[in-house]
């Protein structure tokens, strides 16, 4: 969208470019050029492009390019006609800056045409929401022919104080001379500091649940006017304590850094957990402004008996080796598969050799919530994985989490390419409907012919995460990930827009969260957090074992091992 032409005395000229479905185009290249003009520049997030022009040298070739955009090319026709009153210069303030929380006084030059001109009304607008126009009209009584009139103290503009640094804003100015009325366009730059709370950094300490650290707040100026006198208080939430969590400055000068004087101290509560991502806030009050930034503190990373990293959403998985926090699993094997006692039925699903890959669609006997949307039906696939939903994939090559490639919404306690000989798929929903469970059973590797036996556990308890969002437990009997020629197995939760999941295990690669995986193990993925339980504490009756062995004899002593502690203890005894 460009104008039919352009008049004398036109400065600029905006050009609006939309896709094959009539949205703004951001990043298409629209370029202007004859004899006097010769630019270019892309489109914003809005697909609006302004670009400074002279009105002279003949008409003007407009050329809009861009990635998988076909060329348009148009000539933009220039009248050489004059205008009966025309705009000289016009200056915005004394150094040409509109600056956060001015009032501006724009001063200008118009001068007329052939004829005599009177009751000139001259006015500017803009719906900029970081302008106001607070008088945005004059009148010219009397103008005679060819002759100048500079205005003065007319108009007057407010600039939000709360106005971005390099923020862009358009004004528009209208002459009405009575014989013709037209409009043109100032694009504006405004300029303001632009504060920035630099990176934290430990500088005693550790940033680890239950431990303090200190650190300097640095806030850098990278805007294009120096920061005024103003304070800075942290924010910090309940599980952070902390002092001298307040600071003051006289100025900070365009690309200088201020540094607080006094270090702040951080006290990190017990209950995070390591991995945790900790908001910190930063309220910056000057005497115009007020604005809050944040920074993440990162609490280290998870160990083997530690949950992993939440995803943006919230969910996060415990294995049954983290001891220590409230909402490990309990691996507790409840055979459902009928041909071996089991009270399940089986599920139709026959993929037998390559090639035969099977899915089947089946009602969830209650609704299942899942990275906040409901589901009512699932995809049940003989390759190891689920997708809430329905789903028209049957992936055997398994993927990364997160991947565009495969099932929507998926489960996946063992991706990879199986087999249903010798074993088959089951479900079974629990008398008390409190869970329901999948369960591959006998399934064997279609690289090695190792059997494969797991299950999805469905916990039917929306009260027991904050979001409602639904607990999954994937629970492995018969566990071997050899299919070392197409990345082994996938093991994880991938979320309905497939770009965020948690990838337990990948290429045989596993989150450091998560010991590499056995018979006898299972995994909870979970939004509620839980809580850490106080530490396992190991005692000894005794250091030293005391016998005497005689040759081709047998002798023998002990030592009392005794966890006195609030947690289950893991150790391991090394010669």
């Known amino acids: 969208?460009?104008?039919?032409?352009?008049?004398?005395?036109?400065?600029?000229?905006?050009?609006?470019?939309?896709?094959?479905?009539?949205?703004?185009?951001?990043?298409?290249?629209?370029?202007?050029?004859?004899?006097s003009n010769a630019v270019g520049l892309e489109t914003g997030p809005n697909g609006i492009v302004i670009l400074p022009v002279t009105v002279a040298g003949g008409d003007l070739n407009l050329t809009v390019t861009g990635k998988n955009l076909l060329p348009e090319l148009r000539e933009i026709p220039v009248?050489?006609?004059?205008?009966?009153?025309?705009?000289?210069?016009?200056?915005?303030?004394?150094?040409?800056?509109?600056?956060?929380?001015?009032?501006?006084?724009?001063?200008?030059?118009?001068?007329?045409?052939?004829?005599?001109?009177?009751?000139?009304?001259?006015?500017?607008?803009?719906?900029?929401?970081w302008l106001t126009v607070l008088q945005g009209q004059y009148l010219i009584d009397q103008l005679g022919s060819g002759e100048s009139e500079t205005i003065e103290n007319a108009f007057s503009i407010r600039v939000n104080a709360a106005a971005p640094d390099s923020a862009r804003a358009l004004i528009e100015l209208t002459i009405d001379s009575g014989l013709e009325q037209w409009m043109q366009e100032f694009p504006v730059i405004l300029h303001a500091a632009h504060l920035i709370w630099a990176p934290i950094i430990v500088e005693t300490g550790n940033a680890r649940p239950g431990e303090t650290l200190t650190t300097h707040l640095r806030i850098f100026n990278q805007g294009s006017l120096p920061g005024s006198a103003g304070t800075a208080t942290l924010l910090l939430p309940d599980e952070v304590q902390g002092t001298n969590l307040t600071t003051t400055w006289e100025t900070i000068p365009v690309g200088g850094t201020y540094f607080s004087p006094a270090a702040v101290s951080l006290i990190l509560a017990d209950s995070l957990f390591p991995g945790d991502r900790v908001h910190l806030g930063l309220v910056l009050n000057t005497n115009s402004r007020s604005d809050t930034l944040w920074r993440i503190l990162p609490l280290g990373t998870p160990g083997l008996y530690d949950p992993s990293i939440a995803d943006s959403y919230g969910y996060r998985v415990f294995d049954s080796q983290d001891l220590a926090y409230s909402k490990t699993p309990v691996y507790n094997w409840y055979e459902i598969d009928r041909p071996s006692g089991g009270p399940g039925h089986t599920l139709p699903l026959n993929d037998t050799a390559e090639n035969e890959d099977a899915t089947i669609h089946i009602p969830l006997p209650f609704p299942v919530k899942y990275y906040g949307r409901v589901y009512t039906t699932a995809t049940v696939c003989s390759n190891g994985w689920v997708a809430l939903g329905s789903s028209p994939e049957v992936?055997?090559?398994?993927?990364?989490?997160?991947?565009?490639?495969?099932?929507?919404?998926?489960?996946?306690?063992?991706?990879?390419?199986?087999?249903?000989?010798?074993?088959?798929?089951?479900?079974?929903?629990?008398?008390?409907?409190?869970?329901?469970?999948?369960?591959?059973?006998?399934?064997?590797?279609?690289?090695?012919g190792q059997s494969e036996t797991f299950q999805v556990i469905f916990n039917n308890n929306p009260a027991a995460t904050p979001t409602g969002d639904t607990e999954i437990e994937f629970q492995y009997?018969?566990?071997?990930?050899?299919?070392?020629?197409?990345?082994?197995?996938?093991?994880?939760?991938?979320?309905?827009?497939?770009?965020?999941?948690?990838e337990v295990s990948y290429a045989n690669q596993y989150d450091p969260s998560v010991a590499p995986i056995t018979a006898g193990r299972a995994l909870r993925f979970t939004t509620a957090k839980g809580h850490r339980l106080p530490a396992a504490a190991l005692t000894l009756d005794r250091t030293e074992l005391d016998f005497q062995l005689n040759p081709w004899g047998s002798a023998g002593d002990s030592i009392a091992l005794a966890n006195v502690g609030a947690s289950p203890l893991v150790y391991a005894i090394h010669p």
């Not at 000989?421 to 469970?437: C, F, H």
């Open 79 to 129: 009248s050489s006609q004059q205008h009966a009153l025309d705009l000289t210069w016009i200056q915005w303030s004394a150094n040409g800056w509109l600056t956060a929380g001015a009032m501006i006084q724009p001063t200008l030059e118009v001068t007329g045409g052939d004829a005599d001109l009177s009751d000139v009304e001259i006015s500017i607008e803009s719906d900029s929401p």
């Open 477 to 502: 009997f018969r566990f071997s990930n050899s299919d070392s020629y197409e990345n082994f197995a996938t093991i994880g939760i991938e979320a309905p827009d497939a770009t965020i999941g948690i």
């Open 1 to 35: 969208i460009a104008p039919d032409s352009l008049e004398m005395g036109d400065r600029y000229i905006t050009v609006q470019v939309n896709g094959a479905d009539d949205q703004p185009l951001s990043g298409a290249f629209v370029y202007l050029r004859n004899d």
């Open 395 to 448: 992936s055997f090559r398994n993927r990364t989490i997160p991947s565009p490639i495969g099932p929507d919404a998926m489960l996946a306690p063992f991706w990879d390419d199986l087999y249903t000989t010798p074993g088959r798929v089951a479900d079974y929903l629990a008398p008390d409907s409190s869970r329901y469970i999948l369960e591959w059973k006998d399934v064997s590797n279609a690289f090695s």
